[in-house]
């Protein structure tokens, strides 16, 4: 069976919260517009960072309110962290290739392929630091951050590999180049006078 199909079938999530959690997905790396106020006042926008936070947060909240049973912040653990990942894999945008397909490694395949679409690993590890930030500015202690858990970086760390090598890709941050330093100034050398030492 599907691996999707096979969570679908599991997981007991409404119809309308598919469809508003797809939207949600379908934005999740989108420009999002700010609402400003009558006076136009900068300081009345929210960032597009923010905003995506906040989406981002109430979609989760939803997520959580219409699982069965429905789940409470408090009750929410790694594992449901995980599950929510995962479902949001079916309305993911970008080809992972399986091993078996002839494409397997090529960041540039030259013709389509039925290898099933996925969340790309930076739109998810974005997602999690968005809800990360957005559980503790909610009141969440950071030692009970569910988006910290240790399977949460795992769960990342392994997409991020496996897309990788599925994708052709590397993931690997570039060092950045550190400015060259001055040179030092030579040791002060003690001065030797030529003159005889006075008895």
Not at 72 to 88: I, K, P, Q
């Amino acid at each position: 069976m599907d691996p999707i199909h096979g969570f679908m079938s599991t997981s007991n999530i409404s119809h309308n919260t598919n469809l508003m959690i797809a939207a949600a997905a379908a934005t999740t790396t989108t420009t999002s517009s700010s609402s400003s106020s009558s006076g136009g006042s900068a300081t009345n926008q929210l960032s597009r960072y923010e905003n995506q936070k906040r989406r981002d947060w109430n979609t989760f909240g939803q997520y959580l309110r219409n699982h069965r049973p429905p789940l409470s912040l408090s009750r929410c653990s790694g594992a449901h962290v995980l599950e929510f990942l995962r479902y949001l894999d079916q309305f993911g945008k970008t080809k992972v290739h399986m091993q078996i397909c002839p494409f397997f490694g090529h960041p540039n395949p030259p013709a389509p392929c039925t290898c099933p679409l996925r969340q790309a690993w930076g739109s998810l590890d974005a997602l999690i630091g968005r809800l990360r930030a957005a559980f503790e500015e909610n009141g969440g202690s950071p030692e009970t951050n569910p988006f910290g858990a240790r399977a949460v970086r795992l769960y990342l760390r392994e997409v991020r590999d496996s897309q990788a090598k599925a994708r052709g890709i590397s993931y690997e941050k570039k060092k950045r180049k550190r400015p060259p330093q001055a040179p030092l100034p030579p040791p002060h050398q003690p001065v030797i006078s030529n003159s005889p030492n006075l008895q």
